[in-house]
């Protein structure tokens, strides 16, 4: 059975626990989406803004130094960092713009926790002449200064969040009290796989442009699928983009969720790994969250893994056994990006940091003939503050 | 459960449990029955309260800081039980109360003579285990009703809400105002053609004009952020809630 099913379910995980006032708003994004799904002039739209403004479809490179550092096999990259803004992000800010025009809605509001999805839709609403203001947490503002400067440049206004954990969680929270407000003539864009029905299931379709392309590149390149794809999960939208096409074939699937400070400190972002079910932000699904339900802070270098849920989509992936998910820490992905940088010559961002360390760590325990492709879902120029702090350089 | 109170407008206040300490929500409780409040709603506190503004907000902040847990909310339903037969009623987002197992929750509501449970975050749609539950144990379930809801949402809330139905009287969150919208008499009466049920309504009411204005058209008035503003100063407090039931009273 296709998923989700009518009421957002994956499985037993998914569904729309919203405030009331929110549901008519969601039922007529879902009814624009199935329309907009159903037209193919929607997906041509979508296609051409791809290409001419973003720069699809982005290459899958192989990375020789690498592959060869790794003992042989083959490594190969798909470089959704050399995408206009920097990350997959665009991507689903492109698909949800062409609906808000459809929807006819003139404001727009978004979250951003690195700031690559506020500085996305920041670009997008330029593009289209939407109104656009962007939640982020205080402590991500101060981390992450140049996506603040680049999202105002764009003429997105960008409000401080200064509840809560002053994190990508509570900057959600506050673009969810702004759209409850302004519903009726504001579109929420949410920038990953959470959140209530249909985001979860709209933002897959959107990203999973990253699998399509990726397939229909391995297939031409080695006239076969690759045995292991390998992405990083914070919500988890790159990682469901580029696996989503793939769910069908032999090829093992990775999630790599961020260990933090390591996952016996308790401060970490790994909800797959180290959390339980419960409800948040509209969805059930995994979740970081003391005994008593309420929802735990967390932590990561990378401000955009750094959100206690999940999408419901990689619960159901994890509860089925389809997807495998691991967690890297810090030091793990500090490892990841300065390897990245020396062998490569290609600077990633701490996000897929975290999915190229654990690819080092597996690549040795795999046979020559073995074929890798991680998703490397944004390049690294936002993080060199984060970096050069951490190395004690500044 | 909740009946209809036939003899006048209700008046239901909100307490965030724990908000300044337990022992005075207690307390305040049994201080609002007596100062003529109807029903009393507890709030269980919640890390991510997205339907509330800075002032719940901050009073479940601080809660939290207490390690108010889902329990001491029990406890403290328990205790104000034992000064006031009033109907009680819990608002809790829907974690605390999952987290807590939704059976374990309505049972313990039930021996505690708690008479029901508002969820602001749990739809129709998804209440299907609820409701089993809360009937099982004799509890009202209330569910929620916006400006923005469709007909069909309508009719399908005004049939599942039990006790009364929550009207929200403005697209956004809770939070004392100073003007609430021009649409509000237009949507009570579009409720009121689909249902004989009692139809309270809240979220930015916080003075005289504004309940009387409200319970003209609506059965009764729900006040919550601007009880919280004013927890720390009994007086003022006191002569707000006397002054609300005033305003009820003279319709």
Known sequence: ?394 | MIGPLAHRKALVVYLTVGYPSLQRTVELASLLSTWGSDIIELGIPFSDPLADGTTIQKADEEALKSRVTPSACLEVAQAIRQRTSLPLLFMTYYNPIFSFGLPKFCQECEGRKVNGIIVPDLPPEEGEELEELTSRYGLSLVYLLAPTSSEERMELIARKSQGFIYLISLTGVTGARDSLPTYLEDFVLKVRKKTPKPLYMGFGISSPSQARRVAQVADGIIVGSRILELVEDEQRLKDFILSLREALDSL
């Open chain 1, 1 to 394: 059975m296709k998923l989700p099913d009518s009421k957002g379910y994956f499985g037993p995980y998914g569904g729309r626990f919203v405030p009331e006032t929110l549901v008519s708003a969601l039922e007529e994004l879902n009814r624009a989406y199935s329309k907009a799904k159903a037209d193919p002039q929607f997906w041509e739209e979508f296609d051409c803004l791809g290409r001419d403004f973003a720069g699809r479809p982005t290459p899958l490179y192989f990375a020789s130094n690498l592959s060869r550092k790794f003992g042989g096999v083959k490594v190969v990259l798909k470089r959704e960092d050399l995408v206009h803004t920097g990350a997959h992000k665009i991507n689903n800010c492109l698909g949800q713009a062409l609906l808000v025009k459809r929807m006819g809605k003139k404001r727009v509001v978004a979250e951003t926790g690195a700031g690559q999805h506020g500085v996305a839709s920041a670009a997008v609403c330029a593009l289209m002449g939407l109104e656009c203001v962007v939640y982020m947490g205080e402590e991500d503002m101060a981390r992450q200064r140049m996506n603040v400067f680049r999202m105002e440049l764009l003429g997105a206004k960008v409000r401080k969040v200064t509840s809560g954990s002053r994190t990508l969680k509570d900057a959600i929270s506050e673009a969810i009290r702004d759209w409850v407000t302004n519903v009726g003539n504001t579109h929420y864009l949410l920038g990953s796989v959470v959140g209530p029905h249909p985001y979860p299931m709209m933002i897959r379709d959107f990203q999973s442009i990253i699998g399509k392309e990726t397939r229909d590149q391995v297939l031409e390149k080695y006239g076969r699928l690759p045995d292991v794809i390998i992405a990083c999960v914070g919500g988890g939208s790159n990682a469901i983009g580029i696996f989503y096409p793939f769910l069908d074939d032999p090829v093992e699937l990775i999630g790599v969720e961020a260990a933090g400070r390591g996952m016996e400190s308790g401060e970490h972002a790994a909800s797959l790994s180290g959390g339980r079910v419960g409800v948040l932000h509209g969805t059930k699904s995994y979740l970081l969250q003391d005994s008593e339900g309420q929802v735990k802070g967390t932590h990561s270098i990378a401000p955009g893994l750094d959100y206690p849920g999940v999408g419901p989509e990689h619960s159901y992936l994890k509860k089925i056994g389809r997807t495998k998910y691991v967690a890297v820490d810090d030091e793990g992905a500090l490892e990841g990006f300065k390897l990245l940088s020396e062998t490569e010559g290609i600077i990633p961002a701490l996000e897929p940091s975290h999915a190229i360390y654990y690819a080092s760590k597996l690549a040795r325990d795999l046979s020559q003939d073995k074929l890798v492709v991680v998703n490397l879902s944004g390049r690294g120029d936002k993080d060199l503050d984060i970096v050069v702090q951490r190395m004690g350089k500044g």
